[in-house]
């Protein structure tokens, strides 16, 4: 059975409000979808799925490194090292710790570092966690993790602009506070407590609420 | 009561990839030895990857995908665990993200006396040239060497750990302190403590004639 005969929609989809949908594609790319893809392409080494995950993907891989400040040229060459990474690492995609675009984000960004900065990024490695024994709350954010398809992105789109703007400014234009803080016109006190405002709303429960 | 743990826009920072290295890696070492923080910090990095499947799409070239299809047979799976050349003891100590500054074990790296009980060992970092980084091993009840600098001071606490006035800090712990902070803080009496610290130091500061210049400063 192929992975398109086993896809089916689910009732919670990510829908997000991408302005430019393919026409070409056909079924909306749920978390499920992803997941299927991911599963056929460390396992099976599926080009087929490979191939639709990069249309998936890529786009808007190509737009993350641009607005990181990157020219077209260069973007697309982060976006295309960033999807062989994907094919290299696939094995190592975990479901149970994080969704398929979190963990790409994460490609994506070490490539940015790597192709932009020059520099390398001092990252954390599964490897150091296994011996640990998870306590409760983390597994009640590992379900948010999975679950990130309609319930983070409601609370992004739902944060008061000023938040969802030093937010995402912060993800996508490798900029210090201090440099936010100085293209909005604000103290840098502000976009810090702008910053910490958001997250206290994004974060699902935790044990250490402050 | 100081904090001894990262604060959420650091976090963010670091999810994001916008610390420079030095600052990085001892967000990473941080993370790597603090369940608490190591779990909130998923939660943030969700947020990049939430952020990504909202954002727009440029197209690629006709022949993107075709080029990259075509560098997928020379790419073998990449296996996940890497060996380490530490010494089992450094293992033990030092988590994943720094072990890679660490060369072949700590008894290699070059300490130095810093005053009384006191060791300090650089670790060379390509690139961070207005930061220093360092491993400092204080001896039990000895006072931890004071920083005159202007930036921002990171600490993390590998084995040991110290008191900074009514607050304890212990493996795992992660401590910023500014210029204008006047502590004094203490290695445990029992244990001693072994940390990680990151110095933001500005640029006016060093230089060529660096010590020449600032012959106050006690580093």
């Known amino acids: 059975m192929t992975i398109l005969e086993t896809t089916r929609i689910r009732p919670r989809s990510v829908t997000g409000t991408m302005p430019q949908q393919s026409a070409q594609r056909q079924l909306s790319a749920t978390e499920t979808d992803l997941r299927q893809l991911m599963s056929a392409i460390a396992i099976d080494r599926d080009k087929q799925a490979f191939a639709r995950l990069f249309s998936h993907f890529?786009?808007?891989?190509?737009?993350?490194?641009?607005?990181?400040?990157?020219?077209?040229?260069t973007a697309e060459e982060i976006a295309q090292e960033a999807m062989v990474a994907?094919?290299?690492?696939?094995?190592?995609?975990?479901?149970?710790?994080?969704?398929?675009?979190?963990?790409?984000?994460?490609?994506?960004?070490?490539?940015?570092?790597?192709?932009?900065?020059?520099?390398?990024?001092?990252?954390?490695?599964?490897?150091?966690?296994?011996?640990?024994?998870?306590?409760?709350?983390?597994?009640?954010?590992?379900?948010?993790?999975?679950e990130t398809g309609s319930v983070l992105h409601s609370k992004i789109a739902?944060?008061?602009?000023?938040?969802?703007?030093?937010?995402?400014?912060?993800?996508?234009?490798?900029?210090s506070h201090r440099a936010i803080a100085e293209e909005l016109g604000l103290p840098l006190g502000t976009v810090k407590s702008r910053i910490r405002l958001a997250l206290s709303r994004l974060k699902t429960h935790l044990a250490d609420d402050e | 009561m100081m904090e001894t743990r990262i604060d959420d826009a650091l976090m963010l920072d670091y999810a994001a990839g916008s610390l420079a290295e030095p600052v990085a890696l001892a967000v990473a070492t941080h993370l790597s030895l603090h369940d608490e923080a190591r779990a909130a910090y998923g939660a943030v990095e969700a947020i990049g990857g939430a952020i990504l499947s909202d954002l727009e799409e440029v197209s690629l070239s006709n022949g993107a995908l075709g080029a990259v299809l075509d560098r997928l047979d020379g790419e073998a799976g990449e296996p996940s665990l890497r060996r380490c050349e530490l010494d089992s003891a450094t293992r033990s100590i030092i988590p994943a993200p720094l072990q890679a500054y660490i060369g072949k074990s700590l008894d290699s790296l070059e300490w130095k006396r810093r005053g009384a009980g006191v060791e300090e060992a650089r670790l060379a970092m390509s690139g961070a040239d207005s930061y220093k980084v360092a491993l400092l091993r204080i001896e039990p009840g000895r006072a931890m060497p004071q920083h005159s600098h202007c930036g921002a001071e990171y600490t993390v606490v590998l084995q040991g750990?110290?008191?900074?006035?009514?607050?304890?800090?212990?493996?795992?712990?992660?401590?910023?302190?500014?210029?204008?902070?006047?502590?004094?803080?203490?290695?445990?009496?029992?244990?001693?403590?072994?940390?990680?610290?990151?110095?933001?130091?500005?640029?006016?500061?060093?230089?060529?004639?660096?010590?020449?210049?600032?012959?106050?400063?006690?580093?």
């Open chain 1, 58 to 73: 890529a786009p808007k891989l190509k737009a993350y490194g641009m607005r990181a400040g990157a020219d077209p040229q």
């Open chain 1, 86 to 146: 994907v094919w290299r690492k696939a094995a190592s995609f975990n479901p149970e710790k994080a969704s398929v675009s979190t963990w790409l984000f994460t490609i994506v960004r070490n490539k940015r570092i790597d192709m932009l900065r020059r520099e390398s990024r001092p990252d954390l490695k599964e490897e150091d966690f296994l011996h640990l024994d998870q306590p409760a709350e983390t597994q009640d954010e590992t379900y948010e993790a999975r």
């Open chain 1, 158 to 175: 739902a944060l008061p602009p000023d938040q969802a703007e030093v937010v995402r400014k912060a993800f996508y234009e490798d900029k």
């Open chain 2, 161 to 219: 750990a110290y008191r900074d006035g009514d607050t304890e800090v212990k493996s795992g712990d992660f401590c910023v302190a500014d210029a204008d902070d006047t502590h004094q803080p203490v290695a445990d009496p029992k244990e001693g403590c072994l940390c990680l610290i990151v110095l933001d130091e500005p640029v006016r500061l060093t230089g060529a004639w660096g010590w020449v210049i600032n012959p106050f400063l006690k580093h």
